[in-house]
C-alpha cells in the first residue's frame, strides 16, 4: 500500500473484508502471526488491548513491521478511553476500535486523522459514532445485538452507514455469507480465524492459508 493516511486505511480495511483480531503475550508469536495474516492477504490486522504490558508488545511489533513489512497495517482493539488510545498512536496505530463508544476517543482519533470504529449496539449509537466522525462502526456484540438482521435494519433508516461487525462472525460461507449479504463492509474475526489449535501447533502456513481461504470466499460472496 502506498500510504496509510486515514482514506487509505479505510480503504484497505474494507477491500480485504475480514480484520484478524488477535494477541498474544510473546512479540515474536505475534511477529510470525500477523505475516501469515498480512500473506494471506490481510495486512490490516487489530491487535486487541489486553493483559499486562500489551502496549509494550504491540510497540516492539509494530516497530518491527515498520521496518520488515511496511504494507502491515497495526490497528488496536479494545481501546475504553482516550490515554490508551493516545499511548497506542504513539506506539504506531493506524487504526483503532474499541468494544464502546466514546467520544473522548473520538476526538483523539480525529485529531491525528486516525479512523476510530467504536462498538455500537443500537440504532441511535451507531448515528452518535457518525456525528463524531466515524467512517466504520463497529458492531458489537455481533452475533448478541441482533446479528445480520440488526445490519438490515439499521441500513433501512440509514444506508450511509458503514459497518463491521464483531463477535459471533465465524470463518465459514453461512456465516459470512449471511452478513455480507446483510450490508456489512468488512468484519473482525478472532478465534475463529486464528484458532488455538494452528497457535498451539505454531503452524503459521495453516494460519496464512485459512485467512486467504477466508478472504477468497469473501470476495466471492461480494462478486468480486
Known amino acids: 500500500m502506498a500510504g ?16 484478524p483480531v ?8 505475534c511477529r510470525k502471526v500477523i505475516q501469515a495474516c498480512a500473506n494471506g492477504g490481510a495486512k490490516c490486522i487489530e491487535f486487541t488491548n489486553r493483559g499486562d504490558f500489551a502496549s509494550h508488545v504491540f510497540y516492539e511489533v509494530a516497530k518491527y513491521f515498520a521496518a520488515a513489512d511496511p504494507s502491515v497495517i497495526m490497528g488496536v482493539g479494545s481501546v475504553l478511553d482516550a490515554p490508551t488510545a493516545g499511548i497506542y ?14 467520544a473522548d476517543v473520538a476526538k483523539v482519533c480525529n485529531r491525528r486523522a486516525i479512523p476510530y470504529s467504536p462498538g455500537c449496539g443500537s ?23 441482533g446479528g445480520p438482521d440488526f445490519v438490515k435494519s439499521v441500513l433501512g433508516p440509514m444506508p450511509w452507514v458503514r459497518i463491521m461487525p464483531t463477535g459471533g462472525v465465524e470463518a465459514t ?14 468484519c473482525g474475526i478472532g478465534s475463529n480465524l486464528v484458532t488455538k489449535e494452528l497457535l498451539d501447533a505454531k503452524d503459521y502456513a495453516g494460519i496464512e492459508t485459512k485467512v486467504r481461504e477466508t478472504v477468497a470466499l469473501i470476495r466471492t460472496i461480494r462478486g468480486k
Open 89 to 102: 498512536i504513539a506506539n504506531g496505530a493506524k487504526f483503532v476500535v474499541g468494544p464502546v463508544l466514546s
Open 4 to 19: 496509510k493516511d486515514r482514506l487509505s486505511v479505510l480503504m484497505a480495511m474494507m477491500d480485504q473484508g475480514v480484520i
Open 22 to 29: 488477535f494477541y498474544h503475550p510473546d512479540a515474536d508469536v
Open 173 to 186: 460461507e453461512a456465516s459470512l455469507k449471511a452478513w455480507f449479504k446483510a450490508g456489512i463492509v468488512a
Open 123 to 145: 440504532a441511535t449509537e451507531i448515528a452518535d459514532a457518525y456525528e463524531l466522525g466515524c467512517e466504520i462502526v463497529k458492531v458489537f456484540p455481533g452475533s448478541s445485538v
